[in-house]
Nanobody, 116 residues
């Protein structure tokens, strides 16, 4: 199984930036894709961005042009650079890993609050 630990959340003013990190450990050879989801109070968890082992990326329409997902394979870490943050980006952000012949893994989540 894969273990995921997120970091980098916090409080930021509208228009500001944050970078989230997700460090993977364990059976990382099983991972074929990773991503970031978020869940705001009273709302369903939604996909924010994803990246495959081949480097292909996809984004939710609401974050295109503002967020960038990337990875450092040597560090087994995936990042989410978030720029031009808006109050509606406020949520708990979760990292996930899709694996061969294993259930999806989730991190514990990190809170992002965008407020003046």
């Amino acid at each position: 199984q894969v273990q995921l630990v997120e970091s980098g959340g916090g409080l930021v003013q509208p228009g500001g930036s944050l970078r989230l990190s997700c460090a993977a450990s364990g059976s990382i050879f099983r991972i074929y894709a990773m991503g970031w989801y978020r869940q705001a109070p009273g709302k369903q968890r939604e996909l924010v961005a994803g990246i495959t082992s081949g480097g292909s990326t996809n984004y939710a329409d609401s974050v295109k042009g503002r967020f960038t997902i990337s990875r450092d394979s040597a560090k087994n870490t995936v990042y989410l650079q978030m720029n031009s943050l808006k109050p509606e980006d406020t949520a708990v952000y979760y990292c996930n890993a899709d694996q061969v012949q294993a259930p999806r893994s989730w991190g514990q989540g990190t809170q992002v609050t965008v407020s003046s």
